[in-house]
């Protein structure tokens, strides 16, 4: 693929935040790159907007990182994290070269040889 790791994919996709800083300021916030592949960050918005909602996994992650607030800047911050999770996992699939699997379905055995 063009992408060695799930880190330079986050940034092409515009999940990475980046920080801009001016010699030794450091005026603002990290913050993900507009200039970025709009269609596959909207593909995958719209994929982790479907997993919150299906998968308990990421939807206990993304409760977590609310942190009971409700408040829209923390919402959008918890899922671009979750994005994060989905392209980690589409690179742990791919290294692997094996289908997904959920954690139900695997043995302790099959879990620690992952990991």
């Given at each position: 693929?063009a ?5 330079q ?5 515009g ?5 801009r ?5 450091v005026r603002?916030?990290?913050r993900p790159?507009?200039?970025c ?7 995958l ?15 206990s992650?993304y ?5 009971g607030?409700?408040d829209s800047?923390t919402?959008?911050k ?5 994005k994060f ?6 690179f742990a ?15 302790n055995?099959e879990?620690?040889?992952i990991?």
């Amino acid at each position: 693929t063009a992408f060695e790791t799930a880190r330079q994919y986050a940034s092409y996709v515009g999940v990475a935040p980046h920080f801009r800083t001016s010699g030794t300021s450091v005026r603002w916030r990290p913050r993900p790159s507009a200039r970025c592949d709009g269609q596959a960050k909207a593909d995958l918005s719209m994929a982790a907007l479907i997993t919150v909602q299906y998968d308990a996994e990421l939807q206990s992650f993304y409760n977590r990182k609310l942190g009971g607030k409700q408040d829209s800047d923390t919402k959008r911050k918890a899922l671009n994290a979750v994005k994060f999770k989905l392209i980690l996992r589409m690179f742990a699939i791919g290294k692997q070269n094996r289908k997904w699997e959920t954690l139900d379905s695997m043995s302790n055995n099959e879990i620690l040889a992952i990991s």
